[in-house]
């Protein structure tokens, strides 16, 4: 697989027929304790439709895994997404987030505005206060092991019977193998984060997605986002956890094609 500058692994798919009229590329940052493969059902629809790029976030997959003491910062986490973005060659790209994914995306926004046609947050919040159920990991990797937060967080993203079952069988494998300093830091890194100031002068379009169902981040964020951003649309999908992104692939990834036809005026 390809690697950027800064090391970070990427995997770029397009499956555009050659008489597609071009859609922009789009971006996709995954969240805490998981990789790229979150995206892998999404590929069908949305890379028919636009260059479809997806990588391994800083501390995950195949990417660098910083040393325990590293400083995280959303500085570097945008400077990562940007360099992904770049390798597109597009004067701009549309970005999809999930988790602490979303809130880079929409960091990466307010930073960069000219290099995004639109921003798409899944199970994500624009605030780490109010979200709940991340203060005790610490306390259960450090008594109990990462098999023991791997299966609090399986119960916490997915409903019994969500998914494939050889799907949730791999989600549960790399989760478990996640690298424990770097999902620490990054829920340190979350949970101190706000941007409900900044996103009022947001000027690229948002789409925002909640399941109605996680156990860290209630609908009301979403509402409060939504009102936030004046260009912004709010959907809660029912009877979904925080793994939506991955329980739900294939129809969030038509509605994503949809949004994105809406921003790029496509007839279709």
Do not use: C
Request: glycine share 8%; net charge negative; aromatic share 8%.
């Amino acid at each position: 697989m390809p690697k950027t500058a800064r090391g970070l692994n990427y995997v770029a798919n397009d499956l555009r027929p050659p008489w597609r009229t071009p859609g922009l590329p789009v971006v996709f940052n995954h969240g805490i304790g998981t990789n790229l493969g979150i995206w892998s059902a999404w590929v069908p629809a949305v890379a028919a439709r636009h260059p479809m790029v997806r990588f391994d976030m800083r501390g995950f997959g195949q990417s660098p895994v910083p040393p325990a003491d590293h400083r995280w910062t959303f500085d570097e986490m945008v400077d990562d997404l940007l360099e992904v973005a770049a390798t597109t060659g597009a004067g701009k790209v549309h970005v999809v987030g999930e988790s602490i994914g979303g809130t880079i995306a929409l960091v990466a926004a307010l930073k960069a505005p000219e290099r995004f046609a639109s921003v798409a947050v899944s199970n994500a919040s624009h605030r780490g206060p109010g979200i709940t159920n991340i203060q005790g990991w610490r306390k259960t990797y450090e008594s109990q092991g990462n098999a023991a937060w791997n299966a609090e967080m399986m119960t916490n993203r997915f409903y019994p019977g969500a998914a494939d079952p050889a799907a949730l069988a791999w989600f549960s494998e790399v989760q478990e193998k996640a690298d424990r300093h770097a999902v620490l830091a990054l829920a340190t890194l979350l949970a101190g984060a706000d941007l409900s100031e900044a996103l009022r002068g947001l000027k690229v379009p948002l789409s925002i997605t909640l399941p109605d169902s996680s156990p860290f981040i209630a609908p009301s964020h979403g509402a409060e986002m939504h009102a936030l951003v004046p260009n912004s649309r709010l959907r809660i999908v029912p009877h979904a956890k925080h793994g939506l992104p991955f329980s739900h692939a294939r129809a969030e990834a038509e509605a994503l094609v949809a949004f994105l036809a809406e921003i790029e005026g496509e007839a279709d």
